[in-house]
T-cell receptor, first 116, second 114 residues
Framework: GAVVSQHPSRVICKSGTSVKIECRSL??????MFWYRQFPKQSLMLMAT?????????EQGVEKDKFLINHASLTLSTLTVTSAHPEDSSFYIC????????????FGPGTRLTVL | DAKTTQPPSMDCAEGRAANLPCNHS???????VYWYRQIHSQGPQYIIH???NNETNEMASLIITEDRKSSTLILPHATLRDTAVYYC???????????????FGQGTILTVHP
């Protein structure tokens, strides 16, 4: 299947700083990308959906000013956690899908964020 | 999207078939059944999907009941590396930003033991 990469795989930051996570589709053009968050021993929770060149659609309860999503190209989406706090520590996973390929949604390996 | 119900955990002996059930009694006619799995600290991995016919690929088989209210994922010869959380998801396959979202439930923790 297609490959989705994330960078960094693991990041530790101080409270109050911002962290950017990159998600790349390596061998296909991702017209739609999804960002999920997963707390320990819990399931994945969808945070937002982004389509290339347009604003992201956030799920209810997700602060769009805190979790900035940019999907500027067909192979790259970024999630910036602004003014991070310890409660933002989580496993962030992106997923990507090609236009019209509704059956095929590929996930990245995830980014472990720890806020001290 | 329709809600799914899965047992929280299951065990399976290595080399035996693992049969993971999923109930989706409120599924609508245009919703597909998807299975993903997540090995610890990794992103989910696609396994298989179907609408109403049984499906088979190199990883697994998917058996969907005639009324489509439940399905079973079958791993024919489970190995230790199949230990993971298995998610059964139903969703519409359509365009637009609101459709086609994968909504994950709690899944089934499958433990394959020697």
């Amino acid at each position: 299947g297609a490959v989705v990469s994330q960078h960094p795989s693991r990041v530790i930051c101080k409270s109050g700083t911002s962290v950017k996570i990159e998600c790349r589709s390596l061998d296909f053009q991702a017209t739609t990308m999804f960002w999920y968050r997963q707390f320990p021993k819990q399931s994945l929770m969808l945070m937002a959906t982004s389509n290339e060149g347009s604003k992201a659609t956030y799920e209810q309860g997700v602060e769009k000013d805190k979790f900035l999503i940019n999907h500027a190209s067909l192979t790259l989406s970024t999630l910036t956690v602004t003014s991070a706090h310890p409660e933002d520590s989580s496993f962030y996973i992106c997923s990507a899908r090609e236009r019209q390929a509704y059956n095929e949604q590929f996930f990245g390996p995830g980014t472990r964020l720890t806020v001290l | 999207d329709a809600k799914t119900t899965q047992p929280p955990s299951m065990d399976c002996a290595e080399g035996r078939a693992a049969n993971l059930p999923c109930n989706h009694s409120t599924i609508s006619g245009n919703e597909y059944v998807y299975w993903y799995r997540q090995i610890h600290s990794q992103g989910p991995q696609y396994i298989i999907h179907g609408l109403k016919n049984n499906e088979t690929n190199e990883m697994a088989s998917l058996i969907i009941t005639e009324d489509r209210k439940s399905s079973t994922l079958i791993l024919p010869h489970a190995t230790l590396r199949d230990t993971a959380v298995y998610y059964c998801i139903v969703r519409i396959n359509a365009g637009g930003t609101s459709y086609g979202k994968l909504t994950f439930g709690q899944g089934t923790i499958l433990t394959v033991h020697p």
